[in-house]
């Protein structure tokens, strides 16, 4: 069993507030994966609700869909499709107990701000 973080108290209470990884990320000074380890393990011991997916972003994932006509695939087709040492790469940039998803996110966020200088 690996030692809490010293920041666990920092994120949960970020978290809480509504404030987002990044957010959290860029207020503490740690990478976005670390942040998303630590929330991944709050929620599995019951100090951060489980995330699910409301009426409206429901309505947005709609809207996307219709303005760009864009189909979305699952992450069963994403793991299928890359190359075995990029999902290599990928799952050890995942910090432990995190989800895999969130480690994309995170990834493609972070790829956003570096092209918008954000």
Avoid at 28 to 45: D, H, M, P, Q, Y
Avoid at 52 to 63: I, M
Avoid at 74 to 81: A, E, K, Q, T, V
Avoid at 96 to 115: K, P, Q
């Amino acid at each position: 069993m690996t030692a809490p973080s010293p920041h666990r108290e920092a994120v949960l209470s970020m978290a809480l507030d509504g404030k987002t990884t990044s957010e959290i990320a860029t207020a503490l000074g740690i990478e976005n994966n670390s942040v998303t380890g630590i929330k991944a393990r709050l929620r599995r011991s019951g100090k951060l609700p489980e995330f699910e997916p409301s009426d409206t972003d429901v309505n947005r994932l709609s809207r996307i869909k219709a303005k760009y006509g864009t189909r979305f695939g699952g992450m069963y087709n994403l793991i299928l499709l890359l190359d075995p040492k990029v999902l290599k790469w990928l799952l050890d940039e995942t910090p432990e107990d995190a989800l895999l998803i969130d480690t994309i996110r995170s990834i493609l966020v972070d790829a956003y701000h570096e092209e918008n200088d954000t």
